[in-house]
């Protein structure tokens, strides 16, 4: 690619999206500074630290990773030689309430005896789910490689050829219960909703290609945690020229008129530039960042009545015993419905709930002392427009959370083996990390929020402003947020 002219540009967060789009720009000659609140990079995919314990702060599913290998390869490097990946196989455990316990793996032989051992004679449709997902992989997949910023890129032959495969009216269950007609088995390939914040009877059916990626494709972990990965983009973009300011908080975007001219710091300091990107949390930085007044599609009354993700309730434990559990459990709830409804009717914590167990010892040895463990917990919950007052029920419900791990995680004697400990809230979220309402997954992905309909990564309200991350297109999830980095880079450097 070209570069017509040398520019100019300001980054606002240094979380995948920014880092993505920092490290290319640099690359591509662009004079590029970045200005992140954290003293870390990494956003939600930052390191935390407790004592010897290390943890992912966020994601720890790594899918797709050639998007990652080449957003890392447009800036100039190899992602290989940088970071250590390993394919988990089998990917996780799916325990039911019955006790069945389910065991994924990418290699689809051995998936259909996985699937014929837990649910004998159910096992012939696997085949057929592939073959049809990975068409709709094929065609949708490429339509999230594009903008999108124009109604004519709706128009465009690949979104029409596309369009047969959106599944319109159809839910992730709806669809999936098409090839598995018992309900445990259709949660095994509809749980995946839930990377995505959202319910799988509400999530569009053209989801489904979130499973079929896991299972034609595999998941990975980094050795060290996910979180190196935000850490070789900050040294990519670093050797590419880049200037990356830490504990710099930008307080507003500078504005004359629409046109964005740079940002105004907290400590007031005017950094101008020629183009500014924002890869802070798309809701909160229009609250936060822009003028009153200034925006009408995405002011703060407007945003209020869109739809976003749900939250989670997150324990970092160090422990001081390495339970022999796999590398990533998913526990559901006895009905899981009735969870999943209450996460999303904004009631109160689920006395029956389901979670997640991220153990990353039992394949890594880096993030713990030897024979120890750093365990991550994270159990969907709503975000901060249900009823949960967490400030003064988030003691209680980690108590529910740890008889629970006892009890169902494969952890019975957990309490007694604590030796540190992070607690994280949807209200932490907010205010900690600056994730609007505690919607730890953004916008939600329905019909009238994505594509052309969600924030555009040329932000159609300002001028000379660009968007990057989770609550832009293509959404939320490690793949589709380096995408939108690289596709902000495309529209720097080579506008229409
Ligand atoms: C608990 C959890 C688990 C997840 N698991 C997975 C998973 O397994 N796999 C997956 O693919 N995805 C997962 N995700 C989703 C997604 O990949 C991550 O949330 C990702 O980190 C989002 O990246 P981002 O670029 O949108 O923004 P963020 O990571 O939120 O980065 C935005 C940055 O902007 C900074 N910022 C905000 N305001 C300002 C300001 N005023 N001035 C300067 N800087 C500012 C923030 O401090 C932050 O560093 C998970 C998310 C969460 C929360």
Redesign the pocket.
């Known amino acids: 690619m070209t570069l017509q002219k040398a520019r100019r540009v300001l980054i ?7 880092l993505t789009a920092a490290m290319i720009l640099g690359k591509r000659g662009c004079e590029v500074e970045v ?4 003293p870390q ?6 390191r935390i630290t407790l004592g010897d314990f290390h943890f992912d ?7 797709l990773k050639e998007v990652l290998d080449k957003v890392f390869a447009e800036a100039g490097a190899d992602s290989g030689s940088l970071l250590q990946f390993k394919r988990l196989d089998p990917m996780y455990r799916l325990q039911f309430a019955d006790s069945r316990r389910l065991e994924p793996t990418a290699d689809q032989a051995a998936m259909q005896q996985e699937i014929a051992r837990v649910f004998p004679g159910r096992e012939s449709t696997y085949q057929r789910f592939l073959a049809r997902e990975g068409k709709r992989f094929a065609r949708l997949y490429s339509c999230l490689e594009q903008p999108c910023h124009t109604l004519g890129s709706m128009f465009s032959l690949r979104l029409l050829k596309a369009l047969p495969h959106l599944a319109p009216g159809k839910s992730l269950y709806d669809l999936l219960s098409g090839y598995f007609t018992d309900p445990q088995l259709s949660l095994s390939f509809t749980f995946q909703a839930k ?1 995505l914040g959202m319910s799988p009877w509400e999530c569009p059916g053209l989801f489904a290609i979130i499973p079929y990626i896991e299972h034609h494709f595999g998941i990975y972990h980094v050795l060290g945690g ?1 979180n190196r990965i935000s850490g070789q983009m900050a040294a990519t973009a670093a050797s590419n020229g880049v200037r990356l300011h830490l504990n ?4 507003s975007l500078l504005l004359d008129g629409r046109r964005v001219r740079g940002l105004i710091l907290e400590d007031g300091r005017e950094i101008h530039g020629d183009e500014v990107i924002i ?3 798309f809701a ?2 229009m609250t ?2 822009v003028p009153p007044g200034v925006l009408r599609k995405y002011s703060p009354e407007q945003l209020a009545k869109k739809r976003f993700s749900c939250s ?1 309730f ?1 324990l970092y434990l160090g422990v001081d015993k390495l339970y022999q559990i796999p590398h990533h459990t998913i526990v559901f709830a006895r009905d899981y419905r009735k969870n999943v409804e209450e996460i999303f009717n904004g009631g109160s914590f689920s006395q029956d709930f389901s979670f997640y167990v991220h153990n990353p010892s039992i394949t890594d040895g880096s993030l713990a002392p030897s024979g120890q463990s750093a365990v991550y917990i ?1 159990v969907p919950s709503s975000n901060l427009r249900g009823s949960v007052d967490w400030p003064h029920e988030a003691v209680a419900i980690r108590e529910r959370v740890l008889d629970a791990l006892e009890s169902r995680g494969g952890m019975p004697d957990l309490r007694q083996h604590i030796v540190a400990e992070k607690m994280l809230t949807p209200q932490d ?1 907010q205010d900690e ?3 609007y309402a505690g919607a ?3 916008l939600a992905h329905n019909f009238s929020q994505m594509l052309y309909l969600r924030p555009r990564n040329r932000f159609e309200e300002l001028e000379h402003c660009y968007l ?4 832009t297109h293509p959404g ?4 589709t ?1 380096y995408q939108s980095g690289l596709i902000a880079a495309n529209l720097i450097t080579a506008p229409d």
């Open positions: 606002v967060g240094a979380g995948p999206g920014g200005f992140e609140k954290q990079v990494g956003g939600r995919n930052a702060l966020g994601p720890t599913f790594l899918m990377y996910l710099a908080p930008v307080r890869n802070a949390d909160h930085a936060n960042l989670t997150m994270l979220w990390y600056s994730v730890t997954f953004n990057v991350g989770g609550g939320s999830g490690l793949p947020i």
